[in-house]
């Protein structure tokens, strides 16, 4: 997934099908396709793993495949039509090829469970994120004809000993996940019920997937968590909850981290996502400054202007306290790229709070944002608290307002890049040309400039002297 383009996203991330290379056959062809957030694509690298293992090979071509996995995302409606409007595509293996196996994977299957196999008689498996090590039992369960499920959430799995095999991958760029599931209960958020309770990894095993994942070239890690900042690591077994402040104070937090992972080589850029403004602190700040190769990118997500609204959703910081918190960044980290996510017409939601929204942005001048109309979610607190009562036509237009202002911000921070020399990771060709290489600069905007001998995973100086309204052009410099 890329967070350098602003994107009116009323539903999830294009599914994008992946390929992987497998040591041994057993000439079962097993076509994967994700959806959602950054996490879940790199949960389907665990479930390839766990699949490579098992002799399977990938393809494309899902006409062609034995077995068929949706890796899903249950955030917005949008994200669960497009799934099962995929599903009726897939019929067509089902109807050539009746042995062939259907599986959901992911969010969608945690939040439906049993009920997908009755809604959905094409489907064979419901598999839900914490019971992917079963996927090999089902399989053979589901081999016999009989239809397998398993949505057991868990309060240890962090899939921690697996080594992910990365799809669809540049070489160059990598996602390691340092936490699961989340604690927070925004309230119009499935997230809780879909992925369960919060858990931190293991440092070592995090720290072990970089340095592995350097020596095979990769050059950019981005740490993934559904709030980054809450990751606590204080030995195998202890509780967060239960800890004294003493063992708190010895435990790993997402600075200390931080710091770990970017010691592993200054050549290995660390980026991470998401961070959440109830809880980033100075800390994780001044350990960004200190070091070269943690990018100046955050993405803290604002969701609305206002603090009643705010406090409506349960997120648990006010306007004045998210704006101190843009100032801290400002403060410490001059310089640094800002994304955020918001969403138009939440429950309630007032044309002067929307306005707050697009104040807060003129405040902020964010560099990319993810922007949504809300979605009403069963179970979430807002749906049994709140009446879903702004009318879609107003939620769209607030979201026309809120995606005109970012685009305009967009192109100012662009332009800001102008005439600078600006330091990129090359990631390979650029989309229009194969004269011309792309990569990011430490802020996640996209650079392009003309290949020469340059190629994938060196660091470049490129002095910029043009741009379009999200991309830098320039010309490498010594
Ligand atoms: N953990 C991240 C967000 C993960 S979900 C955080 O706390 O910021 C990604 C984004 O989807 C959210 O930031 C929010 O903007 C959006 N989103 C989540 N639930 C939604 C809903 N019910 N309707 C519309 N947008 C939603
Ligand atoms: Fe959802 Fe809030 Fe958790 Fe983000 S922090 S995943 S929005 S509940
Ligand atoms: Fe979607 Fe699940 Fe991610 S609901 S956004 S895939 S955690």
């Known amino acids: 997934m890329n967070i350098s383009e602003n994107k009116v996203i009323d539903e999830s991330i294009q599914g994008q099908a ?14 994967l396709e994700s959806y959602g957030c950054q996490m879940n694509f790199s949960d389907s690298e665990i479930v390839a793993s766990i699949l490579m293992e098992k002799g399977y090979t990938t393809t494309t071509n899902f006409e062609e495949a034995d077995v068929i996995f949706v890796n899903t995302c249950a955030i917005r409606e949008g994200a669960e039509s497009k799934v099962r409007n995929r599903l009726n595509d897939f019929k067509r293996v089902k109807a050539r090829n009746p042995n062939a196996l259907v599986g959901v994977l992911g969010c969608m299957a945690e939040r439906l469970k049993a009920q997908f196999l009755e809604q959905e008689k094409l489907v064979d498996l419901v598999v ?4 992917y090590r079963d996927l090999p039992n089902l399989l053979e369960q589901a081999e016999d004809g009989h239809r397998a499920i398993n949505v057991l959430l868990s309060k240890e799995e962090t899939y921690a000993d697996l080594t992910p095999v990365r799809l669809g991958t540049n070489g160059v760029t990598a996602f ?6 989340c604690d927070n209960m925004c309230s119009f958020c499935v997230v809780p019920f879909t992925r369960g309770r919060e858990r931190s990894r293991d440092p070592e095993s995090i720290l072990n997937e970089a340095r592995d994942l350097f020596s095979r070239g990769y050059r950019e890690v981005t740490l993934l968590g559904q709030n980054v900042d809450s990751y606590l690591w204080s030995g195998g077994g202890l509780k967060k909850e239960s800890l004294t402040e003493e063992q708190k104070a010895a435990s790993v937090n997402f600075s200390k981290l931080l710091e770990m ?22 800390e994780v700040l001044y350990t960004m400054a200190k070091h070269e190769n943690i990018c100046n990118n955050i993405h803290l ?13 349960n997120r648990g910081y006010t306007r004045e ?42 405040i902020v001048q964010y560099d990319f944002a993810y922007m949504f109309m809300y979605s009403e979610r069963p179970k979430t607190l807002a749906e049994r ?3 879903d009562d702004i009318p879609e036509a107003v939620k769209k237009r607030r979201l026309q307002e809120v995606v005109d202002l970012q685009r305009k911000h967009s192109s100012v921070r662009t332009h800001e890049g102008l005439n600078k020399v600006h330091r990129v990771l090359v990631e390979g060709y650029s989309k229009k040309s194969e004269d011309m290489l792309m990569g990011r600069n430490s802020q996640n905007s996209v650079v392009v ?20 309204s999200s991309t830098l052009i320039g010309t490498v410099v010594k």
């Open 18 to 31: 992946l390929v992987m290379e497998t040591p041994k056959t057993t000439g079962k062809k097993l076509f």
């Open 128 to 131: 839900g994120p914490d019971a």
């Open 176 to 181: 390691i996940s340092i936490t699961r599931g």
């Open 261 to 282: 992972v970017a010691l592993v080589n200054p050549d290995l850029r660390v980026r991470f996502s998401t961070s959440h403004p109830k809880d980033m602190n100075d």
């Open 301 to 313: 997500p604002v969701q609305s202007g206002n603090s009643k609204v705010l406090q409506m959703m």
């Open 321 to 362: 306290w998210y704006l101190s918190r843009m100032e801290a960044i400002r403060r410490i980290i001059p310089g640094c790229g800002i994304s955020t996510d918001i969403i138009t017409g939440f429950c309630g939601e007032t044309e002067e709070e929307h306005q707050e929204t697009l104040s807060l942005m003129e």
């Open 385 to 387: 608290k709140y009446a």
């Open 449 to 468: 400039f003309p290949k020469e001998n340059y190629k994938k995973g060196d660091y470049v100086n490129v002095l910029v002297d043009k741009c379009t």
